[in-house]
């Protein structure tokens, strides 16, 4: 059996840190968009001691996007929390096409 390549031009193969980069670049136009009342609503929903150590990146696709300090933190969220955040963000006061509709947490 012989072993075909996963991409049809080896020549347009590009290390993963330019895909992480341009990643980080499309968040960071999301955050500098991401509305005063999602942050107000995160800090809220979370509790202070919880909300300094997270940050919110931004939000693509009805999706938001925050950075923990903490892999435990992390899995609380995700495992305990999301669901009730998910359910007190999706209520903010913003615009259609920035309604929350899940959460990904990052280290």
Do not use: C, Y
């Not at 202070?48 to 939000?59: D, H, K, V, Y």
């Amino acid at each position: 059996m012989s072993h075909q390549p996963l991409i049809n031009n080896p020549e347009a193969a590009r290390p993963i840190s330019e895909f992480i980069t341009a990643f980080r670049k499309e968040i960071d136009k999301t955050r500098a968009t991401l509305p005063a009342a999602v942050a107000q609503a995160w800090r809220e929903a979370v509790g202070e001691r919880q909300a300094a150590q997270t940050e919110l990146m931004g939000i693509k696709k009805r999706v938001l996007f925050v950075k923990v300090k903490s892999a435990p933190l992390m899995q609380e969220l995700n495992t305990f929390k999301k669901k009730a955040l998910i359910q007190k963000l999706a209520g903010v006061k913003t615009s259609a096409k920035n309604k929350i509709t899940d959460i990904k947490f990052l280290l």
